[in-house]
């Protein structure tokens, strides 16, 4: 059974892929510093798994745990690295913190990963790498632009450095808006604190926990003035970093670097997400239309066709399911 290691392993992807990679045979190695999780996770993953996964507390930017793990678990047959701060309206406000974590937490992994021999990682990126694309689909060759928010130029920085190391292989998966979560409710996002994102927002202030929805900008240049975004299923998601992870491994990929873009083809605008939401749920959001958000763009959804020549993956699931999901996971919350 080969070890994979998952940095952010407890996180809101994270989890959904630990779960992917079990029931496909690895057996996966947590890391996570619970910066933007709790260990009740692992309860869930344990009910889901019929096995406690294992879990080490730790930071990706000490250069100790790397060693620490090898030691307890043996060798390590690829790093999936999901370890990164992830919000972009508060990467505006806190841009050292963003490249403290997502550009140094890398770099100490890699550093690692040479001083450990391993080769293989499975590189968490982001559609943010676009900027303000000019068209629409984007695809992998669409022009990395300058990017829009903090949060997307630590992945473009990503990106360049994993390109730069000659002796790692990456399978670099820019995600476009993950959401949802695993249908039996035992699983989902659980970000601390308020979401800035829109779902964990949505469900929460429709469950009464939060005040109404802010959307954030009526007045963009598309349909219905709100932005738009290409979300998709969280474990459509996992299952991309099963075929990534199984492409390096089995030494199919072309070059050292390789970029898919992960996403359904689809976009959404706001209010699409929230009259989907109604129609799936019944319930009926509360919401006001505010001013722009910084960093946002107006307009992004994926050409993923590549991943679907190459990678052999498609999304699956449709709007109506991951909103059903996101809703059952937020009613089965304490
Ligand atoms: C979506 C839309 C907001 C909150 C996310 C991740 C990022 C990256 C890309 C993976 C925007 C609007 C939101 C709210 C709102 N994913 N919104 N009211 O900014 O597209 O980025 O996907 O790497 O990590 O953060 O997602 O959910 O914050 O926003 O109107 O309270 O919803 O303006 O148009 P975003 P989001």
Redesign the pocket.
């Known amino acids: 059974m080969k070890n994979i290691l998952v940095t952010g392993g407890l996180g809101f992807?994270g989890s959904h892929t630990v779960l992917s990679l079990h029931e496909a045979g690895f057996n996966p190695i947590i890391l996570d510093n619970l910066s933007n999780t709790n260990i009740g996770v692992l309860d869930g993953l344990e009910k889901l798994m019929g096995k406690r996964p294992v879990f080490f507390l730790g930071d990706v930017n000490d250069p100790a745990v790397y060693g620490e793990i090898v030691s307890k678990t043996g060798s390590i047959a690829a790093v999936i690295h999901f370890a990164a701060f992830?919000?972009?309206?508060e990467s505006v406000q806190q841009p050292l913190k963003y490249y403290r974590n997502n550009v140094g937490g890398l770099i100490s992994l890699l550093e690692a990963m040479k001083k450990e021999g391993i080769a293989n990682v499975v590189f968490?990126?982001?559609?943010?790498v676009y900027g303000e694309p000019d068209a629409v689909p984007v695809s992998e060759s669409s022009p990395v632009k300058p990017a829009a928010?903090p949060?997307g130029a630590t992945?473009q920085m990503g990106e360049t450095i994993l390109q730069d190391c000659a002796d790692i292989h990456t399978q670099c998966l820019?995600?476009?808006?993950?959401?949802g979560a695993h249908p039996s409710g035992l699983i989902g996002e659980l970000p601390l604190g308020v979401?800035?994102?829109?779902?964990?927002?949505?469900t929460q202030s429709v469950a009464g926990l939060r005040p109404p929805?802010?959307?954030?900008?009526g007045d963009y240049p598309t349909p219905d003035g709100?932005?738009?975004?290409d979300y998709i299923h969280v474990c459509d998601l996992a299952e991309a970093h099963l075929a990534a992870l199984n492409r390096l491994l089995d030494g199919s990929q072309n070059g050292r670097f390789e970029v898919f873009n992960i996403g359904t083809g689809h976009g959404n605008?706001?209010l699409e997400?929230l009259q989907a939401f109604q129609a799936v749920t019944g319930m009926v959001p509360a919401?006001e239309i505010?001013p722009?958000?910084a960093?946002?763009?107006v307009a992004?959804w994926a050409d993923a066709s590549k991943a679907t020549n190459q990678l052999g993956w498609k999304a699956k699931r449709g709007l109506s399911e991951m909103l059903r999901d996101a809703w059952n996971w937020q009613q089965k919350q304490a």
């Open positions: 992807i992830k919000a972009v309206g968490s990126s982001s559609c943010t928010s949060y992945k820019r995600y476009f808006n993950p959401i979401p800035s994102n829109l779902i964990p927002y949505l929805l802010t959307v954030h900008g709100t932005c738009i975004r605008s706001v997400v919401y505010g722009r958000r960093g946002d763009v992004v």
